[in-house]
């Protein structure tokens, strides 16, 4: 079910959206454990682990006259094994008695996620026998569905911890303030490779590069000197005009089509000059027009490391 269709259902039904339920799930390794913390520094009841099969008692008791429970993170992945499957038609409960809820879903690449367990030295859910590889694999194809069923999903692949309770703070309480899409806009480099996340990716290799100017390479695209020289050039104003045009048309129907979380990615060659400057304009630009903005520089400052 579409979340526009949840809505209308909710408000059919007359239920109060003063209840907040949050399921966090995703893959093992993906950030999960630091979401739930960050929900609950956020005032949320948090439970980790719930078998899913609880979670209708648990929407019971937050609708008990009195109950000051209002907005709650549950984490729910397979580690709760064969009560996993129930998940879904949890969901539908909760739809049925106009609960409202949101599905935020983690996920990494495979090389980081084994990484990360070889690093902590855990086992697997899927496989605490047997090799951590074949469990990322079965979970990834496990949860196929539930992530296309999902409100938001990050991808924790390049993002350090605190970055990832920035964006999850940043969604979820602007939420609450505002009822309206929330809009993540990162720079890359292509020579690093593109975010697997993006919705919207867009290539400005097309301008200049000012990497090839002594006097301009060992700067980056927060200086005044680079962006004077990519926001000054006649075909960066015309490539302005028509992108921001664009966005303006595309981002009021994704919102009417119920769509709540929008990653939009500007790349350049190494991710320090242009994207940069670009990625900075462009959450201007969507903040004045009312949008919840985060922006994320992902690659600025690995060509200087690199040297």
């Known amino acids: 079910m579409k979340k526009s269709e949840k809505g209308v259902e909710k408000e059919e039904k007359g239920i109060s959206s003063s209840i907040q339920f949050v ?24 439970v980790d682990n719930l078998p899913p099969t609880l979670i209708s008692r648990m929407a019971e008791l937050c609708l008990i006259p009195g109950s000051n429970i209002k907005k709650v993170a549950l984490v729910i992945d397979v580690r709760g094994g064969e009560f996993f ?65 999902a409100d938001i999903v990050m991808d924790t692949s390049e993002i350090l911890a605190n970055d990832l309770r920035d964006q999850i703070r940043t969604y979820f309480l602007g939420l609450e303030k505002q009822k309206t899409l929330f809009v993540t806009i990162v720079s890359f480099g292509y020579k690093y490779g593109a975010p697997v996340d993006a919705d919207l990716v867009i290539d400005v290799r097309f301008l200049p590069n000012p990497h090839y100017i002594d006097e301009l390479k060992d700067f980056t695209g927060k200086d005044e000197q680079i962006r004077n020289f990519v926001l000054e050039r006649t075909e960066t104003k015309e490539f302005i005009d028509k992108f921001f045009d664009l966005l303006a048309f595309i981002l009021p129907y994704y919102v009417k089509e119920g769509k709540s979380y929008l990653t939009i990615a500007l790349g350049c060659t190494g991710g320090t000059h242009r994207s ?18 985060a922006i994320r520089h992902r690659d600025l400052g690995k060509d200087f490391q690199t040297k």
């Open 23 to 46: 399921v966090i799930t995703g893959q093992s390794g993906a950030g999960k454990s630091e979401a739930i913390r960050c929900f609950e520094d956020m005032g949320y009841f948090c």
């Open 85 to 149: 499957n129930d998940l879904q038609q949890e969901l539908v409960n909760l739809e049925k008695n106009g609960v409202p809820y949101s599905i935020l879903f983690l996920q990494a690449s495979d090389e980081v996620l084994f990484n990360r367990f070889k690093e902590t030295r855990r086992r697997h859910p899927l496989a605490p026998e047997g090799s951590v590889s074949v469990g990322i694999k079965e979970e990834r194809q496990l949860l196929e569905a539930l992530k296309g069923n």
């Open 276 to 293: 940069v400057t670009l990625t900075e304009e462009t959450g201007d630009f969507l903040k004045k027009k009312g949008y919840n903005v």
